[in-house]
């Protein structure tokens, strides 16, 4: 199971940390991503991490605002998010290959 928490309504240029509690499965032996989905539209991913946490990868369209980590002992998937714009606005999940969570509300809005 996944459970992602942290999401909330923020200002433009405002940041928040969204974190996802993993249960029922081996946490660190799993790459973990996260996606959004925005109002009308598909997923689209934002972030992936690999087991130890040594490499993260981050979509052109957050790099430079997020920073994905984890940590292992636990088991904990972490997003941070500064500079934020009302396009970041959308349902947050975190994933790995077999689960996905029911995701956080993130609204960007003055």
């Known amino acids: 199971q996944l459970v992602e928490s942290g999401g909330g309504l923020v200002q433009p240029g405002g940041s928040l940390r969204l974190s996802c509690t993993a249960s029922?499965?081996?946490?660190?032996?799993?790459?973990m991503t996260w996606v959004r989905q925005a109002p009308g539209k598909g997923l689209e991913w934002v972030s992936g991490?690999?087991?130890?946490?040594?490499?993260?990868r981050y979509a052109d369209s957050v790099k430079g605002r997020f920073t994905i980590s984890r940590d292992n002992a636990a088991n904990t998937l972490y997003l941070q998010m500064n500079s934020l714009k009302p396009e970041d606005t959308a349902v947050y999940y975190c994933?790995?290959?077999?689960?996905r969570g029911q995701g956080t509300q993130v609204t960007i809005s003055s």
């Open positions: 994933a790995n290959s077999a689960l």
């Open positions: 029922g499965f081996t946490f660190s032996n799993y790459d």
């Open positions: 991490i690999n087991t130890s946490g040594s490499n993260t």
